[in-house]
T-cell receptor, first 113, second 113 residues
Framework: DADVTQTPRNRITKTGKRIMLECSQT?????MYWYRQDPGLGLRLIYY???????NKGEISDGYSVSRQAQAKFSLSLESAIPNQTALYFC????????????FGPGTRLTVL | GEDVEQSLFLSVREGDSSVINCTYT??????LYWYKQEPGAGLQLLTY?????DMKQDQRLTVLLNKKDKHLSLRIADTQTGDSAIYFC?????????????FGAGTRLAVHP
């Protein structure tokens, strides 16, 4: 079984709709991240969380919100989706402490029409 | 500033060696990573190197780090068709108490017979 899972894997929605992307992990890591990937731009950080009570904005947080419901769960919401939020979204986890390594989920492909 | 650059495309013949290059700008990076992304999949951690090392070898993979020139490379020996993927270089920078990953745009490796 995968250590980091994301649901849904694919989603098509319309402009103005509210969308939630879910991420779950079984690695027992404290730190979780949400990134978006656009062609030719690599990955950009949206939000990150060090534990259940800690939420921080990344470089492109506008138009997004997150919720850390438990150590193992970190969800990303688009309150009112717009077409330029069409992208591939990745969740990642990190143990924290002396470890820098992030482990990624399989991604969610979101299309906003 | 923080920037990671890679060439966007590399084509090699099956059985040859592939060398994917990356340059970065922030000299305070702690770790540098190579991730592999196969079509429709998430990012898979391939290997990483600590910033005080010059070289790391792991089976067919060799990572070279030139800190003076801020240049990182990934060499894949005996390249196979299964190595066809997008390869992302990333540097880890300590920022505000968390490990910020800066990604390059990715190099698409195409392996042909």
């Amino acid at each position: 079984d995968a250590d980091v899972t994301q649901t849904p894997r694919n989603r098509i929605t319309k402009t103005g709709k509210r969308i939630m992307l879910e991420c779950s992990q079984t690695k027992g890591h404290d730190r979780m991240y949400w990134y978006r990937q656009d062609p030719g731009l690599g990955l950009r950080l949206i939000y990150y969380s060090f534990d259940v009570k800690d939420i921080n904005k990344g470089e492109i947080s506008d138009g997004y919100s997150v919720s850390r419901q438990a150590q193992a769960k970190f969800s990303l919401s688009l309150e009112s989706a717009i077409p330029n939020q069409t992208a591939l979204y990745f969740c990642a986890t990190e143990a924290g402490g002396r470890s820098d390594t992030q482990y990624f989920g399989p991604g969610t492909r979101l299309t906003v029409l | 500033g923080e920037d990671v650059e890679q060439s966007l495309f590399l084509s090699v013949r099956e059985g040859d060696s592939s060398v994917i290059n990356c340059t970065y700008t922030d000299s305070s990076s702690t770790y540098l990573y190579w991730y592999k992304q196969e079509p429709g999949a998430g990012l898979q951690l391939l290997t990483y190197i600590f910033s005080n090392m010059d070289m790391k070898q792991d089976q067919r993979l060799t990572v070279l780090l030139n800190k003076k020139d801020k240049h990182l490379s990934l060499r894949i020996a005996d390249t196979q068709t299964g190595d066809s993927a997008i390869y992302f270089c990333a540097e880890s920078i300590s920022s505000g108490g968390y490990n910020k990953l800066i990604f390059g745009a990715g190099t698409r490796l195409a392996v042909h017979p």
